[in-house]
């Protein structure tokens, strides 16, 4: 390598941005379960692993990005939160779909750290922070409050970005915008830096549930999610 060649090598990966892409839930925790018919099942965790894939390929081409995991396997809350430091992540971005008992809930929702109490957030946090070994019982309150309040703003800011990105993206495949919200996710609250959770739609609705697996779906989100995260980049960087 000619030396003028590392030297720009060197100057880009300083500022190089590392984002991380947490697929939510694998192995045995299958996170929410829809049904196409009586007898097809599809899992939450399979819908993740294969967005988060897609997210990954669009973002890779300007930045640097890891998967918390690239294959089915059971990754604990805490794990995800260490992979965080190991990598340096400067975003993490954890992928889910969303699921309720009001089998016509329908669209796509942003989540950043915060503490709410409205009772709709309640149940989707719920759902979210299930973990086997139920970390979730020692998540100390006082490092929760600690980390929302360094990441707040701009994990807001992210959330606005990357949202205002997948509405536009969302309108073509019919998928309805259920806005940007705060939620309590231990997930967010344990990587300890600006990040998201994505509730990219209801697997409980079989007609959404037909849609969100479809290719074009895919594409649109996975396109959405990081452009979004581009225009956050650029915006934080300043002109
Ligand atoms: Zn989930």
């Known amino acids: 390598m000619r030396p003028w060649f590392l030297l720009i090598f060197l100057t880009l990966s300083a500022h190089?941005?590392?984002?991380?892409?947490?697929?939510?839930?694998?192995?045995?925790?299958?996170?929410?379960?829809?049904?196409?018919d009586k007898s097809r099942r599809v899992f939450e965790k399979d819908l993740c692993l294969r967005l988060a894939g897609k997210i990954k390929?669009?973002?890779?081409?300007?930045?640097?990005?890891?998967?918390?995991?690239?294959?089915?396997?059971?990754?604990?809350l805490q794990e995800r939160a260490d992979i965080a430091d190991k990598v340096k992540a400067d975003l993490f971005i954890s992928v889910h779909f969303n699921s309720s008992t009001d089998l016509k809930a329908h669209g796509f929702e942003t989540y950043y750290l915060d503490n709410n109490h409205d009772a709709a957030v309640r149940k989707?946090?719920?759902q979210e922070n299930i973990s086997l070994k139920g970390e979730d019982l020692v998540v100390n309150q006082i490092l929760i409050d600690l980390t929302i309040q360094q990441t707040v703003q701009a994990s807001r800011a992210l959330a606005l970005a990357v949202h205002g990105q997948l509405?536009?993206?969302?309108?073509?495949?019919?998928?309805?915008?259920?806005?940007?919200?705060k939620g309590l996710f231990y997930v967010?609250?344990?990587?300890?830096?600006?990040?998201?959770?994505?509730?990219a739609?209801?697997?409980?609705?079989m007609k959404e549930l037909k849609t969100i697996q479809q290719e074009e779906f895919m594409e649109r989100y996975a396109l959405g999610v990081a452009n979004g995260i581009r225009d956050y980049l650029?915006?934080?960087?300043?002109p």
């Open 57 to 76: 390929h669009h973002l890779e081409k300007t930045h640097t990005v890891f998967l918390t995991r690239s294959f089915d396997r059971a990754v604990s």
């Open 234 to 238: 650029k915006k934080k960087k300043g």
């Open 16 to 36: 190089a941005n590392v984002i991380l892409l947490d697929p939510g839930h694998g192995g045995e925790e299958t996170g929410a379960v829809g049904k196409l």
């Open 201 to 205: 739609g209801f697997v409980s609705n």
């Open 124 to 126: 989707v946090e719920k």
């Open 167 to 181: 509405k536009g993206h969302m309108k073509p495949v019919g998928i309805t915008n259920r806005g940007v919200k």
């Open 188 to 199: 967010l609250a344990l990587s300890k830096r600006p990040g998201l959770l994505l509730e």
